[in-house]
C-alpha cells in the first residue's frame, strides 16, 4: 500500500482565510479545511490533483464538523464539466444529534476497499473531488481535517503470493543448514535459541534441541560389604551328632 501524495488544489467552493483549503496538502500536523464564516450554503467541495495518477483502494479522513461526504474520482485528462466517477457513496461523519450541540466534530473515518465502488477500484485517477455537507447546524462552520489516500494491496500479496516474513518467523541458516524458523521475544528481537548442526533435518534438529539433559550423576556414600549368600558357617567348637556321645554302644553291651 503505497500513499498517493497531493499535488495541488484545482478548485474549491468555500473556504476560511484562516483554515485554508490547502490545509489538506499537509502532511505533518493536522490543520483543519473549514467553510469561510459567512457561507450559508452549508456544502463545501473543493478538487485536488495528485502527483501521480494510481487506483485508490484506501481513503482516511479527518471529519472536523461535516455531517456527510463523498469522494468522486476522475482524470486531468477529461474535458470540463465531465461527470466524475463516484468512489464513496455519501456517508455520514457525524449524527444529527451531535451537529445540532457541536458535539465529536473530529472523528477518523477509515474506508477500505470494501467500502468503495469496484467500478472505480480498477482504474487509475489523479484527480479526487470532495464533497462535504452539514445540514443539521446552520452557523457551525465545517469541513476537513485530512484525507490521506491509498493504492490497494501489492499484486502479489492480493493473489497469494510469497509474503514477507513477519518478525516472528525469521529464518536462520547456520553452515548451509535448512532455515527453521524462532520465536521473537516480546519487543521484536528473536529470542536466544540453542545451536542446531547442520546435518539434522527439522524434525532431528526439534528433538534435539527439546530432549531433557540426563540426569546427574552423584558419588555413591561408602557401603558397608556386602556378606556372600551361601550356608551359615557353623561355630567352630560346636560337635557333631557322633562326637556327643563319645562312643557308640553295642546293643546289649
Known sequence: MAPLRIRCVVSFSSQDPKYPVENLLLEDGVQPWLCCPLDRSRQLRAELQLEQAGCIGYVDVGNSGSAFLQIEVGRSSWPPGRDYLTLLPTTTLMGPADAKWDRNRSGVRMFKEGDLLASALAEKWDRVRLTCSQPFHRHAQFGLAFIRLRT???????????????????????????????????????????????????????????????PRSFPEAQKAPKRRVGAAKKPHNQATPTQSHGHTHSPGG
Open 152 to 214: 490497494p494491496e501489492d499484486t502479489e500479496e492480493s493473489q497469494g503470493g510469497p509474503a514477507a516474513p513477519s518478525p516472528g518467523q525469521v529464518g536462520l541458516s547456520v553452515l548451509g543448514s535448512p532455515s527453521l524458523p524462532y520465536p521473537a521475544s516480546p519487543g521484536g528481537v528473536l529470542a536466544p535459541h540453542p545451536p542446531f548442526f547442520p546435518f539434522l533435518g527439522p524434525r532431528e534438529a526439534f528433538r534435539e534441541q527439546h530432549t531433557p539433559p540426563p
